[in-house]
């Protein structure tokens, strides 16, 4: 099979390496995807460059993909052999991941994707939209609450936006950085947008709020955002983070705790067997129901790994990146 790999962390163009590879067999339990698309994440990339250690020798980037099931291991019913599926955590804690034409791993990893869903989309469902279902959901959800999505164009604000509105918010207001994705975000369902490099966030929200501020707060990076919080979360209300640019950051504690906020942190690949099964579900109803927008921003062939890396790395993509396998 054709596949990208590395074999040590460091620049894409330094270690990125395009080539052939045996196809992996399924084993008990498993599935063998023929994989037809590959989602490129932040983590991705911040992955190769060295931010976790190498998981094994030679490492198959990425997590997400879609495609259909080609064979089953013992013990997973034959009749899943032709299956359309998405995947998720194909490469966390795993050496092979999804840029590769094949993947073999468990079969509860590969979801049945629902006809009239693109592979391309079905690339973007493991970290993005579950990430942004669980920060909406969790904690009691969002039904009736004033919710402030940060980075509200990208991959995951995207779908925190629609899925907030799914939730039952009365209200959305999304952050971006330019007017190109103010609409992006309005599209996806935002009630009203802040471009934080032209406004004030926290005075913005404290007009649009009476001054009272939002209930919830989706964070994608908490370093950059944290002394916000106090500024703009309602009395004893919530901060769901997912992301921070930093790895160590500090916070103001006197206004948090006058405040009340809470903060939950959490990473899309560490879900809870019972939350994966719900945010599964969930968002598979929206997804046959044709319930749920999907940002494909670009979308490049397997060979052109280096290319896509550099270009989730450099943020210039609005929208998800993919790899055709």
């Not at 609450?145 to 164009?153: D, E, I, S």
């Not at 670009?298 to 280096?306: M, N, T």
């Amino acid at each position: 099979m054709r596949a990208a790999w590395y074999e040590r962390n460091g620049p894409a163009r330094e270690v990125l390496v395009v080539g052939d590879m045996p196809t992996p067999a399924p084993g008990a339990g498993e599935v063998l995807v023929r994989l037809a698309t590959s989602g490129v994440n932040p983590s991705d990339w911040k992955t190769r460059s060295g931010t976790r250690p190498m998981a094994a020798p030679r490492v198959i980037p990425h997590s997400d993909g879609a495609g259909v099931i080609e064979a089953v291991g013992e013990g997973v019913d034959r009749a899943r052999i032709g299956e359309r599926v998405w995947i998720w955590n194909g490469q966390w804690k795993r050496a092979f991941g999804t840029a590769a034409e094949h993947i073999a791993l468990p079969a509860a990893q590969a979801v049945r994707l629902p006809d009239g869903i693109s592979f391309e989309a079905g690339a973007c469902l493991g970290i993005p939209a579950l990430t942004a279902w669980r920060a909406v959901q969790t904690d009691g959800g969002v039904a009736g609450q004033t919710v402030l999505v940060a980075g509200g164009a990208g991959a995951v604000g995207h779908y925190a936006i629609q899925m907030a509105k799914l939730l039952g918010a009365a209200r959305v207001i999304a952050t971006v950085s330019s007017p190109a994705k103010a609409a992006h975000a309005r599209a996806a369902g935002a009630d009203e947008v802040i471009d934080y490099r032209m406004e004030n966030v926290a005075a913005v929200v404290k007009d649009l709020t009476a001054g009272r501020g939002v209930d919830r707060v989706v964070e994608v990076d908490l370093a950059a955002n944290g002394a916000l919080l106090p500024q703009i979360v309602a009395r004893d209300g919530f901060c769901a983070c997912y992301g921070s640019g930093r790895a160590e950051m500090s916070l103001p504690f006197g206004p948090l705790i006058l405040s009340g906020v809470a903060i939950r942190f959490f990473i899309v690949y560490e879900l809870s067997p019972e939350a994966r099964a719900q945010g599964v579900a969930q968002i598979t109803a929206w997804l046959e129901a044709g319930k749920v927008q999907h940002a494909i921003g670009r979308v490049l062939p397997l060979a052109q790994v280096v290319e896509a890396h550099e270009a989730v790395e450099r943020g210039e993509v609005m929208g998800n990146v993919v790899l055709a396998c």
